[in-house]
């Protein structure tokens, strides 16, 4: 395993916008995605990307999010707008080889990095 380092993170008020990355150069035909967790509660996963585009997310943040990555520069990109305060979490970029949503990728194969902590206030 070698986890990948999540950027981006921070302090916004609800209704604002942030842009987490992550370079993703070990694992650039692999299933990517993002997955956060909220204190003690379990991590969820929110959003995947197959190598080919295709992309799946969680109802909660579904037209809310954007998952992207670029190939040529090996980076994953989470584009979060309209953030809620129950967006609040540490944030973590995984990969995952086989199927591709923001379940499977859950079972990660890339570790887990250091993570993001993205702070939504009221």
């Known amino acids: 395993q070698v986890p990948m380092v999540e950027s981006g993170g921070g302090s916004v008020q609800a209704g604002g916008s942030l842009r987490l990355s992550c370079g993703a150069s070990a694992y650039s035909a692999y299933c990517l995605g993002w997955v956060r967790q909220d204190g003690e509660k379990p991590r969820e996963g929110i959003a995947s990307i197959s190598s080919t585009g295709r992309t799946n997310y969680r109802d909660s943040v579904r037209g809310r999010f954007t998952i992207s990555r670029d190939n040529a520069r090996n980076e994953l990109y989470l584009q979060m707008d309209n953030l809620k305060p129950e967006d609040t979490a540490v944030y973590y970029c995984?990969?995952?080889?086989?199927?591709?949503?923001?379940?499977?990728?859950?079972?990660?194969?890339?570790?887990w990095g250091p993570g993001t902590q993205v702070t939504v206030s009221s």
């Open positions: 995984v990969a995952v080889w086989g199927k591709c949503d923001y379940v499977t990728i859950l079972l990660t194969d890339s570790g």
